[in-house]
T-cell receptor, first 113, second 111 residues
Framework: GAGVSQSPSNKVTEKGKDVELRCDPI?????LYWYRQSLGQGLEFLIY????????KSGLPSDRFSAERTGGSVSTLTIQRTQQEDSAVYLC???????????FGQGTRLTVV | KNEVEQSPQNLTAQEGEFITINCSYS?????LHWLQQHPGGGIVSLFM???GKKKHGRLIATINIQEKHSSLHITASHPRDSAVYIC?????????????FGEGTQLTVNP
């Protein structure tokens, strides 16, 4: 596609449920990032994939969060047993390689009620 | 202390005014980014720079590596420039090219 695509754009879920957020990066981009933006706060790093290397998971806030990237393309961020503090906009970005311009998706707004 | 600090936090200007947003960082970097976020949430990359100055239309970004400081200038500002402007860096102290972000500057340009 022409840009980074995320789905769904909005997700409302009940506390305790699991959710999956999807990111389709720009074709050919080897680097993929997940970031989170909580209400009134800045962006924070969650996880980073680069090619076939092991992902950098150092930003994941708890073991309820996990992500995978299949075939070096599409990525899924999974949050298990969602909590209200998980409510945020989850942004995906991709770049052609390390230290090149990052392109962001429109984000998924997650609301946990 | 945040690794990336922006000022001001909020800025209101009249249409046509020259605008400057500042960014200071405390880590070694390989690149600095200026991003724009509109109310819908989408983020657009405006500039990526590692030295000197870049210009795109009415936007100018400068960086001083020795002083660890960057500025984003908007000339002849327009209400459509109203957005959050975010400074972010690729820190040499973190893996890959993940970004470390400032808190953002909310710009409002009134007609």
């Amino acid at each position: 596609g022409a840009g980074v695509s995320q789905s769904p754009s909005n997700k409302v879920t009940e506390k305790g449920k699991d959710v999956e957020l999807r990111c389709d990066p720009i074709s050919g981009h080897t680097a993929l990032y997940w970031y989170r933006q909580s209400l009134g706060q800045g962006l924070e790093f969650l996880i980073y994939f680069q090619g076939n290397s092991a992902p950098d998971k150092s930003g994941l806030p708890s073991d309820r969060f996990s992500a995978e990237r299949t075939g070096g393309s599409v990525s899924t961020l999974t949050i298990q047993r969602t909590q209200q503090e998980d409510s945020a906009v989850y942004l995906c970005a991709s770049s052609a390689s390390v230290n090149t311009e990052a392109f962001f998706g429109q984000g998924t707004r997650l609301t946990v009620v | 202390k945040n690794e990336v600090e922006q000022s001001p936090q909020n800025l209101t200007a009249q249409e046509g005014e020259f605008i400057t947003i500042n960014c200071s960082y405390s880590v070694g970097i390989s690149a600095l980014h200026w991003l724009q976020q509109h109310p819908g949430g989408g983020i657009v990359s405006l500039f990526m720079l590692s030295s000197g100055k870049k210009k795109h239309g009415r936007l100018i970004a400068t960086i001083n590596i020795q002083e660890k400081h960057s500025s984003l200038h908007i000339t002849a500002s327009h209400p459509r420039d109203s957005a959050v402007y975010i400074c972010a860096v690729n820190s040499r102290e973190t893996s890959g090219s993940r970004l470390t972000f400032g808190e953002g500057t909310q710009l409002t340009v009134n007609p």
